[in-house]
């Protein structure tokens, strides 16, 4: 398949030249423009990859794979050979991979492991205006690292593009030491933004987006032509709700009198959000049957780079579920708050990609004057520091007050951080990390929880921890298993590919067993044996 025409094709000379030319360049471009599946192709083809891999990397897993997906479709070649990509728990790369999409969080690992990223030869941070904990780690390590000088023991100078439609263009500029920007102008195809007037700022705080978006979804549904839609929703519970809602009315539609467009003749619904398999996820992407509109109830995740064929209209409720750390209990919590005015450009980025769209925007000009920001709140500024600390400290970075923060933490944060991390023995009175921190670091989880499950199979009891764990690192403890797409006897035309109404499955001993096993893992590759291990002995 032949890449379409988009946008950045007739900037390709220039992208090329400008990365060749400097190490650091910013890249910016409408949504849709083809910043995230060409440019790491352009690249490749010009020849930037001779001296190592592109490494391209996005927030989340969704997109990771299916832009991977999608360039490789695009470039002729099977997933993981050429093209591919790397997220937790699944590597689909080889060792001819030259463009390789993978999580920030990857890239992070693989720094602590290879600190001068010697199989890359350019590095891309898409999306960066999600200002991600890694992304941000990776701005300063990066500028740390690669823009200066070029690290001595490497073959070729270390290429650095970040990217997004939506970015602080001065600020970062000006942090990688004044670098160029390069706009590609135009887009792909046109979006209309509808205000629906049904929230103001005095919903902020109250539950009323969800009934509000399955309105407005009825409403498109019934009264605009063929094309699929995606509604944006903040979290699990809130999108079972909606395609619970969404089902019930859509199964007294009579499509004969009540649907403007005669082709369209039903709806299949899909959710889709962080906690659900992979598998389920990629539901959203397989076409519906003829006749049937899609409608995928999403949180954030499908905001940024997705593109899922066929959607023209976009439901936005407004609001997103965003973690905030709580100092009072010590944890980070996830509350709704009213999404920045840059993440709904990018959520109504998502219809128009293949042709042109609408976002039916739930709120008010009102609520998007006073209640929403111009840019989202960097997770470092909201969120716990000890996991990012403690990955600096195993880099070897002492001083974390100075680090190169694009957006510096409150200083007592980082203290409180250090804290905490001397509390569970990850680094000793100086502040150096102790071995127990090296351990520790390779977790999928916050240092005091990997601590207290490692003291927990050192005491034999993780039993009775894991669980404790588990539940304490994902949003919601209960799933509905998966099953296949339910076809009402009474509204054949109604298809529900969410999950069996009411029934809820406990997922603990998954998740449970799943850590355990990992914690098995880990102590096997250290050569400890998680029965024998003695506590202080070992790490002290
Ligand atoms: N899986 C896909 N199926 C069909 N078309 C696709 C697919 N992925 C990308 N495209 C096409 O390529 C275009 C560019 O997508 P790309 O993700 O590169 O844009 P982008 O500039 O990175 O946008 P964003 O900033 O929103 O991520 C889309 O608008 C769409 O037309």
Not at 195 to 201: A, G, H, M, Q
Request: aromatic letters at 6%; charged letters at 25%.
């Amino acid at each position: 398949m032949d890449s379409p025409a988009l946008p950045i094709r007739r900037s390709r000379r220039e992208l090329v030249e400008a990365v060749r030319e400097r190490p650091f360049l910013i890249v910016t471009g409408e949504t849709g423009s083809g910043k995230s599946t060409q440019l790491p192709r352009y690249l490749f083809e010009a020849g930037l990859a001779k001296h190592g891999a592109i490494g391209v990397t996005q927030p989340r897993r969704v997109a990771t794979m299916s832009v991977a997906q999608r360039v490789a479709e695009e470039m002729g070649c099977a997933l993981g050979t050429l093209v591919g990509y790397q997220v937790r728990f699944d590597d689909c790369t080889s060792e001819d991979t030259a463009i390789r999409y993978m999580t920030d969080g990857c890239l992070l690992r693989q720094i602590l492991t290879d600190p001068l990223l010697s199989k890359y030869s350019i590095i891309i941070l898409d999306e960066a205006h999600e200002r991600s904990l890694s992304t941000d780690i990776l701005f300063g390590l990066l500028k740390k690292l690669f823009l200066q000088k070029k690290a001595p023991d490497r073959k070729t100078e270390m290429k650095v593009v970040v990217m997004s439609a939506t970015l602080e263009v001065d600020k970062l500029s000006e942090f990688f030491g004044h670098c160029s920007v390069l706009h590609i102008p135009g887009r792909s195809y046109p979006v209309k933004e509808i205000f629906c007037n049904l929230l103001s700022p005095r919903d902020v705080g109250s539950s009323a987006y969800v009934t509000e978006a399955v309105k407005v979804t009825l409403d498109v549904h019934l009264n605009e032509p063929e094309g699929d839609i995606l509604v944006f929703l903040t979290g699990q519970i809130e999108i079972e709700k909606a395609c619970d809602l969404l089902f019930k009315k859509a199964e007294s539609i009579d499509y004969r009198y009540e649907v403007h467009d005669q082709a369209v003749e039903g709806l299949l619904i899909l959710p889709l959000y962080g906690s659900m398999s992979t598998d389920q996820q990629k539901r959203i992407f397989l076409p519906a049957p003829t006749g049937i509109r899609k409608c995928v109830v999403s949180t954030n995740i499908a905001a940024t780079s997705l593109t899922i064929e066929g959607v023209r209209y976009v439901v936005d409720s407004g609001f997103v579920k965003q973690l905030n750390h709580n100092p009072r209990v010590g944890l980070d919590i996830l509350e709704v708050v009213p999404i920045s005015k840059s993440e709904a450009k990018q959520r109504a980025g998502r219809a128009g990609r293949t042709s042109s769209g609408k976002s039916y925007r739930l709120y008010s000009r009102e609520f998007w004057e006073q209640c929403m920001p111009d840019h989202t709140v960097p997770e470092i500024r909201r969120t716990s520091l000890t996991s990012v600390i403690l990955t600096l400290k195993c880099l070897s970075v002492h001083d974390v007050i100075r680090f190169p923060y694009l957006d510096p933490p409150e200083e007592r944060h980082i203290l409180e951080a250090l804290k905490e991390l001397y509390q569970c023995s990850a680094i000793d009175r100086r502040g150096h990390v102790t071995r127990l921190g090296e351990f520790l670091v390779q977790f999928p989880l916050p240092p005091n929880l990997s601590c207290a499950v490692i003291k927990a199979a050192s005491l034999d009891c993780e039993d009775l921890l894991l669980p404790i764990a588990a539940m304490l690192s994902v949003e919601n403890v209960f799933i509905r298993p998966g099953r296949k797409p339910l076809i009402p006897k009474a509204a054949p035309y109604v298809f529900k590919a969410s999950h069996e109404l009411g029934v809820r499955a406990h997922c603990m001993p998954g998740i449970g067993q799943q850590l355990f096993q990992r914690l098995q893992t880990s102590m096997e590759l250290g050569c400890l044996c998680p029965k024998a291990v003695s506590w202080e002995a070992t790490f002290a």
